[in-house]
């Protein structure tokens, strides 16, 4: 099983629908979680952190964490075309200090 | 990328050849990281530092050394370039008292060895 699971995608929602993108983690003491967005041949750009159960809302973007479910999800409300980039989910595991664990992300594609 | 710059950008190698990446932050942030990041396996830690001359291994070291020797300045040596280290690296800083955590990237230094 692998640290940081997510669907590689890609995953196809129209303009102005809500994008789900999810990310299962497997160390129960994972303390924080992190959404970046990676455009093609760009860097990683962080966009949500979070830190405790429950919904955190951002502009369009909405992160939701269940640690009993060891799941964490990113809405993006009214998907827009420069919303198309890959997503990775990053976990910051129990005892790793400093240290984050990436997923291999999911593509995301917003259709005209 | 603001505040974390990454040199060179773009480099070509030769098998066996010695190569050095910088990467130099303007931020004051205690934490550094170097990632390579390969279809298929995404990003991958290779080495971090948590303060001036402090570094530990991450999880694709072998082959690969680094050095901090200030705090704006990490930098990344492949001892003996090879293939298989034909990737995009980037490089990451963090301040855990004000951030928890979060890193931010800078722009990446896509290296070909031939």
């Known amino acids: 099983q692998k640290e940081v699971e997510q669907n590689s995608g890609p995953l196809s929602v129209p303009e102005g629908a809500i994008a789900s993108l999810n990310c299962t983690y497997s160390d129960r003491g994972s303390q924080s979680f992190f959404w970046y967005r990676q455009y093609s041949g760009k860097s990683p750009e962080l966009i949500m952190s979070i830190y405790s159960n429950g919904d955190k809302e951002d502009g369009r973007f909405t992160a939701q964490l269940n640690k009993a479910s060891q799941y964490v999800s990113l809405l993006i409300r009214d998907s827009q075309p420069s919303d198309s980039a890959t997503y990775l989910c990053a976990v910051l595991r129990g005892g790793t200090a400093s240290k984050l664990t990436f997923g291999t992300g999911t593509r995301l594609q917003v259709t005209l | 990328d603001a505040g974390i710059t990454q040199s060179p950008r773009h480099k070509v190698t030769e098998t066996g050849t010695p190569v050095t990446l910088r990467c130099h932050q303007t931020e004051n942030h205690r934490y550094m990281y170097w990632y390579r990041q390969d279809p298929g396996h995404g990003l991958r830690l290779i080495h971090y530092s948590y303060g001036v001359k402090d570094t530990d291994k991450g999880e694709v070291s072998d082959g690969y050394s680094v050095s901090r020797s200030k705090t704006e300045d990490f930098l990344l040596t492949l001892e003996s370039a090879t293939s298989s280290q034909t990737s995009v690296y980037f490089c990451?800083?963090?301040?855990?008292?004000?951030?928890?955590?979060?890193?931010?990237f800078g722009p990446g230094t896509r290296l070909t060895v031939t």
């Open positions: 990451a800083i963090s301040e855990s008292v004000v951030s928890s955590y979060e890193q931010y």
